[in-house]
């Protein structure tokens, strides 16, 4: 099945899982993945380039060269536990836009800031964001016992 919306069991486990993997690609398909954090407000994603020590300005970095280059993207968050029938993963395609000013921008950064107590000594006020629009949601959960 093809969606582009989260059911209720997803956006549980979104609001649960503090890391996911976001996958870009430059121009010619050269694939880049990082761990980031994010925050969800039900129907998209909101990925901070924050403040963490990096070598470059935003719009340097890969990831959002990449995005600048090619905005298909994907993001996953899974749980891993060595009994496996607690196995889950959520994998999102879609696109990616940079966000660096208005309405969905202050959204994104007050849901950041919600989940992320680290951001009260790391303010994202002037830091671009990483909007996720999902075109395709899938996911998986281990049969429970």
């Not at 954090?37 to 990449?66: C, I, M, Q, S, W």
């Not at 395609?93 to 966000?99: D, F, I, M, P, S």
Request: charged fraction near 30%; charge should be neutral; glycine fraction near 4%.
């Amino acid at each position: 099945m093809n969606r582009a919306y989260f059911t209720d069991a997803e956006l549980d486990f979104l609001d649960r899982v503090r890391v996911g993997r976001l996958a870009t690609a430059d121009m010619t398909a050269q694939p880049h993945v990082i761990p980031v954090v994010f925050a969800t407000d039900g129907r998209k994603l909101y990925v901070p380039v924050d403040e963490k020590p990096k070598r470059v300005r935003p719009r340097e970095l890969k990831r959002v060269r990449n995005l600048l280059e090619n905005p298909k993207v994907a993001f996953i968050v899974d749980h891993y536990d060595e009994d496996w029938t607690q196995l889950e993963w959520l994998l999102v395609r879609g696109t990616g836009a940079l966000v660096e000013n208005g309405e969905t921008h202050a959204t994104g950064i007050r849901l950041l800031e919600e989940k992320y107590a680290q951001y009260e000594e790391m303010p994202l006020k002037n830091r671009p964001l990483i909007l996720i629009t999902p075109s395709h949601v899938m996911s998986w959960k281990a049969l429970q016992r």
